[in-house]
């Protein structure tokens, strides 16, 4: 990888110094309390940092207080914070669990920025706790720089928790130290209907135990008990040296809530008081707007999910939001079907944007894979394919919709990353081997879970003419992260050709699949 601009620091420096600094970030030791709390009456932001949506010039900046503070952020060029810069945030308090958010703007283009934060005690500000640390890459405005991200989701999946003896969620070791320049979370950030066991058996006799939590002790129903759900995992201390390090674009799906959820279902589920899942679905909303630093969503849960991050000239990603205004799960063979898995609006809006992106790749990041058959119940599907291999039905009519728009208006570089069915793959779409023809050809590559169960791997869909060159998944529901590889995609695009490079990988880094794909082309 080439060395950025800015002083030489780039990706192989930043790994030097990373290990060092690490032991600065502040962090707490793995257990099953939350983190101890100042005992000075200072404010301690013991559940780390995080930064979220960065491009050339912008970030956004997150913490957690203990208690009420004013969030202050300084960013310099280095880690001595010589002529720091200072960003003064809000007040954090009760009304969003006493989590914030400070955007930065003005930051030079493709540099790498450190930051820490402080929280001050609102009624005497020189009364601080002790800073919190870390560092993020802006993007380049110039295309000659290589760019590196990864992708996954699904994390504390079936019960499979934060596992000491396991070393907690280690897969986000794994990728630190891989440095990319930002994460993809695909979705699934929680599991608020999978409460935490202290302890499971395994098939062989082995003990799983967990970290538990009294929120993550049932299903989430209240915004207290989402609000826990989101930060029981802030307790692992790999997941915290990650975020302090790595810049997140964040998308949701359907565990955020419920299994397979969709608008005005009423669950059928024994363990629920609250059966509506619009009630559900806006308190779980409002968590994760205060949980993870998204430039479209307000503290109150207000905005909206899918939006377009863009990351220089190279790059924009396309955030894709297939649970909130997607129409009932069903058989999936309407000949008509509007609303389908995004809703008109967000189709419209996809359209328009990737028409407008000027960028060399345009990665859509889809929190539901396209051509696997995932069911839900007997009857009824959950993602767009249906298992009807002819003509587009249901909700393969919007798909189809976007396709043809795509080859039409000549948008070049799509690519499609997912998770969701807690295996990986890597699949190619060609119209020559479809019921509809009227597309180009592109990939979708799949990788997942983070640290939840593995599952078989489903059947595809033949309407849009996939195939599977790549899969790897295990031959039984529910396989234990000790039994079953977790998973990660990389990809890396090069500065001087801008090809595109995917990486499949596996807990401990080993590369699975790649696939090397060209720029300037509508189909591959």
Not at 397 to 412: C, G, N
């Amino acid at each position: 990888m080439a060395q950025g601009s800015g002083g030489g620091f780039g990706r192989r420096s930043l790994l030097r110094g990373a290990a060092a600094g690490s032991a600065a970030l502040a962090l707490p030791a793995l257990s099953c309390a939350a983190p101890a709390q100042a005992r000075s009456g200072r404010p301690s932001a013991d559940w780390g940092v995080q930064v979220g949506d960065v491009t050339t010039s912008s970030g956004l900046v997150w913490v957690r207080s203990d208690r009420p503070a004013r969030m202050v952020v300084q960013t310099a060029a280095t880690e001595s914070f010589r002529h720091a810069r200072s960003w003064h945030g809000p007040v954090l308090g009760p009304d969003t669990d006493f989590t914030g958010v400070t955007s930065l703007h003005g930051l030079p283009s493709g540099e790498q920025v450190h930051y820490r934060v402080l929280l001050a005690d609102p009624d005497d500000p020189r009364r601080t706790g002790e800073p919190v640390s870390g560092t993020f890459r802006t993007a380049p405005t110039g295309r000659r720089t290589d760019l590196r991200f990864h992708w996954s989701g699904d994390l504390a999946g079936q019960g499979w928790g934060i596992n000491p003896e396991r070393g907690g969620y280690r897969i986000y070791e794994d990728m630190r130290r891989r440095n990319p320049d930002f994460f993809l979370c695909s979705g699934d950030n929680i599991y608020a209907d999978n409460p935490i066991p202290e302890r499971v058996t395994l098939p062989d006799g082995r003990i799983w135990r967990n970290v538990t939590t009294e929120e993550k002790s049932k299903v989430a129903e209240t915004l207290a008990e989402f609000r826990g759900a989101f930060r029981y995992n802030l307790l692992d201390e790999n997941l915290r040296r990650f975020n302090a390090q790595v810049p997140t674009i964040t998308q949701w799906d359907d565990h955020e809530v419920h299994n397979n959820w969709y608008p005005g279902q009423l669950l059928d589920d024994d363990r629920y008081t609250e059966k509506s899942t619009d009630v559900l679905s806006a308190r779980s909303l409002r968590a994760f707007s205060e949980y993870f630093p998204i430039r479209t969503l307000r503290p109150d849960g207000g905005g909206r999910v899918y939006r377009v991050v863009s990351h220089g000239p190279l790059l924009d990603v396309f955030v894709l939001d297939m649970r909130r205004y997607r129409n009932a799960n069903s058989p999936g063979r309407q000949t008509d079907d509007a609303q389908g898995i995004l809703g008109a609006e967000q189709l419209r809006w996809l359209k328009r944007e990737l028409s407008r992106s000027r960028a060399v790749w345009k990665v859509i990041a889809s929190d539901m894979p396209l051509g696997l058959v995932v069911p839900d119940g007997k009857t009824n599907f959950e993602a767009v394919a249906q298992g009807d291999p002819g003509a587009p039905l249901g909700r393969e009519l919007q798909l189809a919709e976007l396709l043809r728009h795509i080859k039409h208006d000549r948008v070049t570089g799509t690519v499609w990353l997912t998770t969701d069915v807690h295996y990986t793959a890597a699949q190619h779409y060609a119209p020559e081997r479809a019921a509809f023809k009227d597309f180009e050809p592109f990939w979708e590559f799949v990788s997942g879970p983070l640290n939840a169960g593995g599952f078989q791997a489903l059947k595809m869909d033949g309407t849009f003419g996939p195939e599977q060159p790549f899969i790897k998944a295990p031959d039984r529901a529910n396989t234990s992260p000790a039994e079953s590889p977790q998973y990660f995609g990389e990809v890396d695009i090069d500065g001087a050709s801008g090809e595109l490079t995917v990486r499949l990988r596996q807990e401990g880094g080993q590369v699975l699949f790649s696939k090397v794909l060209q720029p300037g082309r509508v189909g591959q």
